[in-house]
């Protein structure tokens, strides 16, 4: 008797381990997750930064080149315009592919994590299934009733 309680016990505790490793597992990707989430953000964030100050410089290269005269103001300011609108346009296409690459950074640890939870359950449940069968609980393959392993 005392030996099956044994068994017991010790099943319990492969049960549990298996448990808090699953557990450390889905923290650890929900953590990386997450940081992938901050880098975008952040990313993202500077380029939106970078083109905010790329068009207030060319905004103000434009009021300069106003205040400079008639004539030569308008073809400084045609100009102006044009190199805004240029820097303007770089700057969205640099942030549209930052946010793209990290849009892309976080996508394989969106596919991993599945996989990980899903082999985990599969391993959880081998183990219940040694347990079972070496407490004699599992029907054998040569018959269908319980084994006696006393």
Same mark, same amino acid.
């Given at each position: 008797?005392?030996? /099956?309680? &044994?068994? /017991?016990?010790?099943?319990?505790?492969?049960?549990?381990?298996? %448990?808090e490793?699953?557990?450390?597992m889905?923290?650890t $990707?929900?953590?990386?997750?997450?940081?992938? @989430?901050?880098?975008t953000?952040?990313?993202?964030?500077?380029?939106?930064?970078?083109?905010?100050?790329?068009?207030?410089a060319?905004?103000?290269?434009?009021?300069?080149s106003?205040? &400079?005269?008639?004539?030569?103001?308008?073809?400084?300011?045609?100009?102006?315009?044009e $190199?805004?609108?240029?820097?303007?346009g770089?700057?969205?296409?640099?942030?549209s592919e930052?946010?793209?690459?990290?849009?892309?950074?976080? &996508?394989?640890? @969106?596919?991993? /994590?599945?996989?990980?939870?899903?082999?985990?359950?599969? %391993?959880?449940?081998? $183990?219940?299934?040694?347990? @079972?069968?070496?407490?004699?609980?599992?029907p054998?393959?040569?018959?269908?009733?319980?084994?006696?392993?006393?």
């Open positions: 008797m005392a030996s /099956s309680d &044994q068994k /017991s016990y010790k099943a319990g505790e492969a049960k549990g381990q298996a %448990q490793k699953a557990g450390q889905t923290d $990707m929900k953590d990386k997750a997450q940081a992938a @989430k901050d880098k953000f952040e990313t993202a964030q500077a380029a939106k930064d970078k083109t905010l100050e790329t068009a207030q060319a905004k103000d290269k434009t009021t300069e106003k205040d &400079q005269g008639c004539g030569f103001v308008s073809e400084k300011t045609g100009a102006a315009k $190199m805004a609108s240029e820097t303007t770089a700057a969205k296409q640099k942030a930052a946010a793209e690459k990290a849009r892309e950074a976080t &996508q394989p640890g @969106k596919e991993k /994590s599945p996989g990980i939870l899903q082999q985990t359950g599969e %391993q959880v449940k081998n $183990m219940a299934e040694t347990v @079972k069968q070496t407490l004699g609980m599992k054998t393959e040569k018959n269908d009733t319980p084994s006696d392993n006393k």
